[in-house]
C-alpha cells in the first residue's frame, strides 16, 4: 500500500512539476508578446526585431509577406517615417508549448490605430534557440 501511495505521489508531483515548465515557458513568451507591443508603441525597431529570428517570414494583414529579419525591418522603419500615428497591439488568447519545449504556438487578435485596417487575428510560430524564445514567423489577417 506504500508503494501504491509514494508511486502516486510521484506520479503527481511530475505531472505538476512539467505542468509548472510549461506556464513558465507561455509566461515568458507572454512577456515578450508584451515587450513587442511596446516597442511598436514607441516606434522601436530593435526593440520589435529582438524577438524574430534572422529568417523571419511576416505575412501581413494585407496578404503581402516578407522573408528575413532585415527586410521586414526595413518595412516597419518606411511605415513609421510614412505613418508616425501607425500602433499595433497583439493579444494573444492561447499559446501552447510543443512536448519536446523547442517550438510554440501562438494565437490571439490584433488591433491597429491609423492603418489600413483596424485589425483582426493573428497566429505565431515561435522557437526556442539556445534556451530563448524567437519568432520564426507571424501571420496577420485583416477583418475589421
Known sequence: MK??????????FIYFACGQKTADQI??????????NAAIAK????????YWMPDFIQVRGNATYLVGKDAVMNTWKELFKTNPEVSYTR??????????DSLAWEKGKWMAVKSYS???????????????WKIQAEIFVSLH
Do not use: F
Open 3 to 12: 508503494y501504491i501511495i509514494c508511486s502516486l505521489l510521484l506520479v503527481h
Open 118 to 132: 483596424k485589425g483582426g487575428n493573428y497566429a505565431a510560430m515561435w522557437r526556442k534557440i539556445n534556451n530563448e
Open 27 to 36: 509566461a515568458i513568451i507572454k512577456t515578450q508578446r508584451a515587450a513587442s
Open 91 to 100: 493579444s494573444p488568447s492561447e499559446i501552447i508549448i510543443s512536448k519536446n
Open 43 to 50: 516606434h522601436d525597431i530593435e526593440g520589435i526585431a529582438k
